[in-house]
Every structure is written in C-alpha cells, then in structure tokens.
C-alpha cells in the first residue's frame, strides 16, 4: 500500500479516487497494528478527498463510513464513531439490500458500539437484525454462536441475567474448540459466569471462571482476553459474592490491565472500582 502511494506520487496522476482506496487501505492496516495515530492520518487524507467528490453511493463510500467507525471509537471520539456507523448502516441498506453480509455485519458493528457505549437496549435490537439476515444467508452455525455471545453480553449489562446464561450455555455447545474462536469461548464462559454470580450463584459460576481462564493462558498476549483480563472478570464475580480476600487476589492478578489503558481505558476503570470497593468492604 506504501508503495501504491508512492507510485500514485510520483506519477502526477489526478486519480481521487484510487488515491482514497489507497489511503483507507492504509488506515485500516494501520488500525489492526494499533497504530491509531498513522490510521487517523490516512483517515483523515481520505475523509479530505471525499469531501471533495460529488455525492455517490457505493464501496469506497461503505468503507469511508466503516473505517471512520473503527478508528473514532478506538480513539475513544464515541459520538464521532456513532455518526459514522450510521451513516455506513445507511449505505449498507441502500446500497447492497438487507440480505448483504455488509449489511448483516453493520448491524453487527452498530450493536457492538451502542452496547459498548451503555444504550445496550438499543443494541439489542441491531444484534437481532443482524442474526436475522445472517440466518437468511445460511452463515455458518458457529458465527451465530459467536454473535449470540455479543448479544448475551448485552443482557448481562441489563441485567437480563437468565437469557444471558441461556444464550451463552446454548453458544458454547456450538462453536468448535479452535483458535478462531478462543476468544468466544473465553467471553461466553466469563459472561455465563458473571450472570450466576449476579444471580447469587457464584458456586456454579466458579467452573467457568477457571474455564475462561485455562483458555486465556493461550491467549496471553491479547489484550482483552489474556488472563489478566479474565481474572478482573473474576473478581468482580468474587465481589458479587462478597468473597472479599479472593477478589483482592485476582485483583493483584488482573492489575497488568493497566499497561493497555490507550486501548482498552475501560478495564483500568473497572479494575480500580472495584480494588476501592474491596478496599471498603475489607
């Protein structure tokens, strides 16, 4: 992609919009190496041309509106990354039609942002739609699985705990036990646990704890599922629980979170209440 731009440079060529589809190819790689700074510049180069461009629908414009989603939100600018899931959810509909992947997946990338941001209602709706569509296109049973985890997810935070641990217990019989789907695995049984443990069972809740955990140790250099991550799950279990002594352990365990407070703000948040609240209840 560097090399295209350079090439694009040195031609002298007035081709707006391959220089665009270069520059969010950019930004995008750029997103996935968590360079956000460099992703925003492309963004930003790219946002600039289209600005300059008669209005058009149609893939550079879907993938304008996708990419700026992803890098806002990681930039923690939600309401930009808002509009901009709205404008490409527009897109998507207009465009590619309800029986699109595009548009089943940014239903999908909309549940995500407003259940992440606290309108996990609202969300509820988007993850629906978009297992409708994916359901119509006959997508794989374990990317279902996979996505009725995000939605239980969404109920954990309404406190919707039964579907919750429905929705969980019925994903994990259905997604495969590989590395694709890790992570899943790990956010389903961390969910079914929190959700028994909110409903005062955390006896049952334990197993998937360690579960989540034992999986994690695979996985230890991801950022939001390593174990340093799984075990401030934990200890908001223990928490709930009122097991005090135990959650101040996994607390010690989970503080590694903080050295990815640029990408993941939320946990290093997480993890401090709940050390004051130990530290009261103690």
Known sequence: QERALERLNASRRD???LRMKIELGLARSLYYQNDL???ARHLSVAEA???DRPAHDGLPAYQLRRIAMMVRYSQHRYPEALANAEQALRLAYRVYGENSRLTAD???YMALLLD???RSRAAIDHYQRSQAIAATLKLDDAVLARDDVRMAMAYANLADYPR???LTSAALTRMPATAAYAEW???????RALSLSAGGDYARGSADFERALEIARGHSGDVFVGPAFVRLRQAQGLVLARRFDEAAAALRDAEAV????DLDPKSTLALRTLQAQVAAAR
């Open 15 to 17: 081709d707006p919009t």
């Open 37 to 39: 700074d460099a992703a």
């Open 49 to 51: 041309i289209d600005r």
């Open 106 to 108: 940014m239903e999908l």
């Open 116 to 118: 992440d941001i606290g």
């Open 164 to 166: 919750a641990v429905t």
């Open 185 to 191: 695995r790990i956010k389903a049984h961390y969910t």
């Open 258 to 261: 903080t050295k990815h407070s």
